[in-house]
């Protein structure tokens, strides 16, 4: 054994005796996050990845990688204007997870709009079945809607009668807040992994 082997060897004992065994790998799984401009996708993404820049909304598409204490999500965000909003189902295959940030407090028309592209979006056969997240943001404002209103208006029982779904409130630029909504997205994700892993060894 050479003189780099026995230090490198040296170091790994070193780190299991004081640091423990290297934690397991969390497992990873990608989403893509849609909305019309202005719902606050980019901001809740860049405090997700504690980005300190300028935030600047997405025209076309970005990923990112989101860490989290028990699995890392790669996020394809979409520009949600107008114009761009008509090529979203170029970016649907491949994703196991869908997360649809509205703005709480917009105007109707524009409540309206969203609500259109979100039924739109899950009908897709790209995107059947897979975990949905619906993200209201802005619930600070005085006009935002509530939770049961967005539910209602966006005929989530019936157009996710086939899929796991949640939806919470946040706000886009406190990370706990963003974080704990997206809680019961990440258990759904980490149920499918479970359980996909405990086929494979059948």
Not at 33 to 56: F, N, Q, R, W, Y
Not at 83 to 105: A, E, H, L, P
Request: proline residues 4%; aromatic residues 10%.
């Amino acid at each position: 054994m050479s003189k780099s082997e026995v230090v490198g060897s040296d170091k790994q004992c070193y780190r299991r005796i004081f640091y423990g065994p290297r934690p397991p790998p969390r497992p990873s799984f990608s989403a893509i996050c849609i909305g019309i401009t202005g719902a606050g996708k980019s901001t809740i993404l860049a405090v997700l990845c504690s980005e300190k820049d300028e935030i600047i909304p997405t025209k076309g598409f970005s990923i990112k990688d989101v860490a989290f204490d028990n699995a890392i999500l790669h996020v394809k965000e979409i520009g949600g204007s107008e114009t761009f909003r008509k090529y979203w189902n170029k970016y649907y295959r491949g994703v196991q997870g869908v997360i649809f940030v509205v703005d709480s407090s917009c105007d109707e028309d524009t409540f309206n709009i969203a609500s259109e592209e979100f039924r739109n979006a899950l009908m897709d056969p790209e995107l059947a079945g897979l975990p949905l997240l619906v993200l209201l943001n802005s619930i600070d404002q005085s006009k935002a809607r509530s939770v049961e209103e967005v539910t209602k208006a966006f005929n989530i029982d019936e157009l996710c009668s086939e899929r796991k779904w949640s939806i919470r409130s946040c706000y886009a630029t406190d990370v706990d807040s963003v974080k704990f909504a997206f809680r019961p997205f990440l258990e759904t994700m980490l149920e499918q992994y479970d359980n996909t892993t405990e086929n494979n060894r059948l």
